[in-house]
């Protein structure tokens, strides 16, 4: 149950995009289309941006899009503003039947 | 709409026990997989526990295995979480999550563990 990899920061200034990786394996995220993204402010719970990949909910800002490569899950923020500063995580459903998270990169908006 | 509500969270010394409660609404909690998650404070998201809509399906992580268990009541949209045996280092926010069936948080419940 090795936790996915994650950049432990990123950062960018507003207008510029950024991508945040999220490295699993063969067994996590290169096997299953079940990886979503989080995102995080301080002290408040995790709210979904992106699951099974690419697919947004309702009520998400298209800035967010998600994609995978192999064993690589990638979320991608547009047109970068203040308030996507913010801490981000990503999950996969594992062979094991359980769920494994990234360790989280904290987004910079410089 | 979605809402998931967990209680139970408080002060608890070394050793001790505590039941985490977890209500839903908005969803068809009773196909719904429900999931424990944690974050120690001023840390990541960690995956702890894993229920199937029937509960005949459980999972958990290595690092609770043998010391909490997961239960759901689907009369009362409700998941548990039995914590025995609770360690300092299990000092954590711990929330329910639909993981995979929406992805709904609630808002979190603080277990301390100390003496």
């Known amino acids: 149950q090795s936790a996915l990899t994650q950049p432990a920061s990123v950062s960018g200034s507003p207008g510029q995009s950024i991508t945040i990786s999220c490295t699993g394996t063969?067994?996590?995220?290169?096997?299953?289309?079940?990886v979503s993204w989080f995102r995080q402010y301080p002290g408040k719970a995790p709210r979904v941006l992106i699951f099974?990949?690419?697919n947004r909910p309702s009520g998400v800002s298209g800035r967010f899009s998600g994609s995978k490569s192999g064993n690589t899950a990638s979320l991608t923020i547009s047109g970068l503003q203040a308030e996507d500063e913010a801490d981000y995580y990503c999950?996969?459903?594992?062979?094991?039947?359980?769920?494994?998270f990234g360790g989280g990169t904290k987004l910079t908006v410089l | 709409e979605v809402q998931l509500l967990e209680s139970g969270g408080g002060l608890v010394q070394p050793g001790g026990s505590l039941r985490l409660s977890c209500a839903a609404s908005?969803?068809?909690?009773?196909?719904?997989?429900m999931n424990w998650v944690r974050q120690a404070p001023g840390k990541g998201l960690e995956w702890i526990s894993l229920?199937?809509?029937?509960?005949?399906?459980?999972y958990y992580a290595d690092s609770v295995k043998g010391r909490f268990t997961i239960s759901r009541d689907n009369s009362k949209d409700t998941v548990y979480l039995q914590m025995n045996s609770l360690r300092t280092e299990d000092t954590a926010v711990y929330y329910c999550?639909?993981?995979?069936?929406?992805?709904?948080w609630g808002q979190g419940a603080l277990v301390t563990v100390s003496s």
């Open positions: 999550t639909n993981l995979g069936g929406g992805d709904y």
């Open positions: 908005g969803f068809t909690f009773s196909t719904s997989g």
């Open positions: 229920i199937s809509g029937s509960g005949k399906s459980i």
């Open positions: 063969s067994s996590d995220v290169g096997r299953y289309n079940y």
């Open positions: 099974d990949v690419t």
């Open positions: 999950d996969s459903y594992t062979s094991d039947g359980t769920w494994v």
